[in-house]
């Protein structure tokens, strides 16, 4: 995201006590109040056992809980549409999971994997309205830059678990949601790996192309062995976008060395 610089001259020109979270601790659980008042409802329609909508407030009381860990420094005194609209994916997302790891017969029930795709779908379009909100109402921010970067690696994560929940292809599936996780392992392993990276249209496109990917893999008309070709182009792509940046990170450090 740009202008992130901005937003930090703009907190260093105001007294400190005057940046608290602001009211990120509040939007966050409204926004959770909001979700159980959705999931519940939506398990009595679809006929879900009830530990579908508890394991996926359990999930989101999680995410939202390592988000706020991640507010501190945050620039702008208002939690943001931005941030709000991501948070509501991640919503989605936990939703969207619970259904995958614990609806009963759901490898059988086509209602409930088209209602899990328009979950993903839903927020793969919000996807492109988060960081529209925060450009124009100048609440850019590096945690809001993580949040959403999260969220997009949660997704993934869910839609390859329900991927390899429906036999679409083996369990080397979960590498593309796990990917993600594997690079911040990798940080730890490698400290270099830690250096920010460069905005990259690149790995904007390919995370776009996971999702679409991964949807297009759930329709029930997609079988194997089409599935296994879409999951494998998909993975390599992935593959290909993160070793870019691990190369571009260490020669960068060698090259400042």
Same mark, same amino acid.
């Given at each position: 995201? !740009?202008? #992130?610089? $901005? *937003?930090?001259?703009?907190? =260093? +020109? /105001?007294?400190?006590?005057?940046?608290p979270?602001?009211? &990120?601790?509040?939007?966050?659980?409204?926004?959770?109040?909001?979700?159980?008042?959705?999931?519940?409802?939506?398990?009595?329609?679809?006929?879900?056992?009830?530990?579908?909508?508890?394991?996926?407030?359990?999930?989101?009381?999680?995410?939202?809980?390592?988000?706020?860990?991640?507010?501190?420094?945050?620039?702008?005194?208002r939690?943001?549409?931005?941030?709000?609209?991501?948070?509501?994916?991640?919503?989605?997302?936990?939703?969207?999971?619970?259904?995958?790891?614990?609806?009963?017969?759901?490898?059988?029930?086509?209602?409930l994997?088209?209602?899990?795709?328009?979950?993903?779908?839903? !927020?793969l #379009?919000? $996807? *492109?309205?988060?960081?529209? =909100? +925060? /450009?124009?109402?100048?609440?850019?921010?590096?945690?809001? &830059?993580?949040?959403?970067?999260?969220?997009?690696?949660?997704?993934i994560?869910?839609?390859?678990?329900?991927?390899?929940?429906?036999?679409?292809?083996?369990?080397w599936?979960?590498?593309?949601?796990?990917?993600r996780?594997?690079?911040?392992?990798?940080?730890?392993?490698v400290?270099?790996?830690?250096?920010?990276?460069?905005?990259?249209?690149?790995?904007?496109?390919?995370c776009?192309?996971?999702?679409?990917?991964?949807?297009?893999?759930?329709?029930?008309?997609?079988?194997?062995?089409l599935s296994?070709?879409?999951?494998?182009?998909?993975?390599?792509?992935?593959?290909?976008?993160?070793? !870019?940046?691990?190369?571009?990170?260490?020669r960068?450090?060698?090259?400042?060395?």
């Amino acid at each position: 995201m !740009a202008n #992130v610089r $901005d *937003g930090w001259e703009r907190r =260093l +020109a /105001r007294p400190a006590a005057s940046i608290p979270h602001g009211n &990120a601790p509040s939007a966050l659980f409204g926004l959770f109040l909001a979700s159980a008042g959705l999931y519940m409802p939506a398990a009595l329609i679809l006929g879900l056992e009830p530990q579908v909508p508890l394991l996926a407030l359990a999930c989101l009381a999680a995410f939202y809980r390592l988000a706020m860990r991640g507010l501190s420094g945050y620039p702008h005194p208002r939690f943001g549409y931005a941030n709000t609209v991501t948070a509501a994916r991640a919503a989605l997302a936990c939703l969207a999971g619970a259904i995958a790891l614990c609806a009963d017969g759901f490898l059988r029930n086509g209602p409930l994997v088209i209602f899990l795709i328009g979950l993903a779908t839903v !927020a793969l #379009v919000l $996807d *492109g309205l988060d960081g529209f =909100l +925060a /450009r124009r109402f100048g609440e850019v921010s590096d945690f809001g &830059a993580r949040f959403d970067m999260e969220t997009d690696a949660f997704l993934i994560l869910v839609l390859s678990l329900a991927a390899v929940t429906l036999n679409k292809a083996g369990p080397w599936i979960l590498a593309i949601g796990l990917m993600r996780y594997a690079f911040i392992a990798g940080q730890w392993l490698v400290p270099r790996l830690k250096a920010p990276l460069p905005p990259s249209f690149r790995r904007k496109l390919i995370c776009v192309l996971q999702v679409v990917a991964l949807l297009a893999l759930m329709l029930p008309a997609v079988t194997s062995p089409l599935s296994d070709a879409i999951a494998a182009l998909a993975l390599a792509a992935l593959i290909f976008s993160f070793g !870019a940046d691990c190369l571009y990170l260490l020669r960068r450090r060698q090259e400042v060395g």
